[in-house]
């Protein structure tokens, strides 16, 4: 059975501003490195087709954590599909000398309005082998508290 990586949260915001955080670049620097990362876009093309890169920086390098580098991960993201306030898939392709972190990732962010928020869930498939599956759901997990975070301090 293909593995399959999910993490989901209810957020007290719209679908609408949810899928906003989603494509803009100054809220995914904030909220999409997870605890103990710091995210810098590179490239910016928000729509389908286009993407952006994006390089991941861990606060502390102790033991060299890092898929592109001791101290960073660098990811190539691309939208293969954008359905306003309802879902976006990426595909993501880290850049890493190492085979154990190559291919392309897909994440599915769906969005469902609920009574409080929306309910996002996200299911990555095609995670690369050298990603734990129980480390990368703790991170999905920590973006998707990030973006809470990050949605009532704008609100």
Excluded: C
Aim: glycine share 10%; net charge negative; hydrophobic share 40%.
């Amino acid at each position: 059975m293909a593995r399959i990586d999910r993490a989901g949260r209810l957020i007290a915001a719209s679908p609408a501003a949810v899928y906003e955080a989603l494509l803009s670049r100054d809220a995914l620097e904030r909220w999409l490195p997870p605890e103990g990362m710091r995210g810098r876009i590179e490239r910016w093309d928000p729509r389908p087709g286009g993407g952006f890169r994006m390089v991941l920086t861990y606060l502390d390098a102790t033991g060299s954590p890092g898929k592109s580098s001791d101290a960073t991960d660098v990811v190539e993201v691309g939208f293969a599909d954008l359905v306003p306030a309802e879902r976006v898939v990426q595909e993501a392709v880290f850049e890493a000398g190492d085979p154990d972190f190559a291919g392309t990732m897909t994440m599915t962010w769906l969005l469902r309005p609920s009574l409080h928020g929306t309910e996002v869930s996200v299911t990555a498939t095609g995670v690369p082998a050298g990603i734990s599956q129980s480390d990368h759901e703790e991170g999905i997990a920590s973006s998707l508290a990030n973006l809470a975070s990050y949605l009532e301090e704008v609100s």
